[in-house]
């Protein structure tokens, strides 16, 4: 079974959850980031499932997520029925 990571790829957070196992035990995982949610199958590449070896661009700190602007809210309908 692969080794469950100490944190996640995306953001260095410590808190990783199991969310899936492989149908045939063993084989992988899914996981979830509690702090930004990011979610990967532990058989996915380094790029995806390791921190060192994720992209550096795609990469989030604490303090990049605690600024992370609002989503835009979506426009109200234009009152065609
Ligand atoms: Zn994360």
Redesign the pocket.
């Known amino acids: 079974m692969p080794a469950k990571p100490s944190e996640?790829p995306?953001?260095a957070?410590e808190r990783i959850e199991q969310l899936f196992a492989s149908p045939v035990l063993g084989v992988w995982d899914v996981l979830q980031?509690g702090?930004?949610l990011?979610t990967w199958r532990t058989s996915e590449p380094d790029r995806r499932s390791r921190r060192d070896a994720y992209p550096e661009a795609f990469r989030?700190t604490e303090a990049a997520i605690a600024n992370a602007i609002e989503v835009p809210a979506i426009p109200p309908l234009t009152g065609h029925s």
Do not use: A, I, T, V
């Open positions: 996640c995306r953001c957070h980031c702090r930004c990011y989030l």
